[in-house]
């Protein structure tokens, strides 16, 4: 389960790079997903994120909170898994 608090704003951060769609989408060698994610303060910057990583420096400043970008990432993926779950 996915929570995202109304009172933390990454949270609301997160929402608003997810409806925004301006993402993209990497396979990178190990097989995994990630993502570029645009910077919401400098234009043209974005950062690679996972659900559990990120090259942002709130993360690099903060590693035991998760950033904006990967809680993005995680509604993201918890969409796209919920979409495909109803489309069969």
Known sequence: MLSISDTDP???RAVELVLANDWKTFLDYDGRVSYSVPS????GRSYR???NGCSCPDQQYRPWVACKHMLAVRVYELLQKTTLEYAF
């Open 10 to 12: 990454r949270g609301a």
């Open 40 to 43: 919401q303060r400098k234009a």
């Open 49 to 51: 994120a996972t659900d």
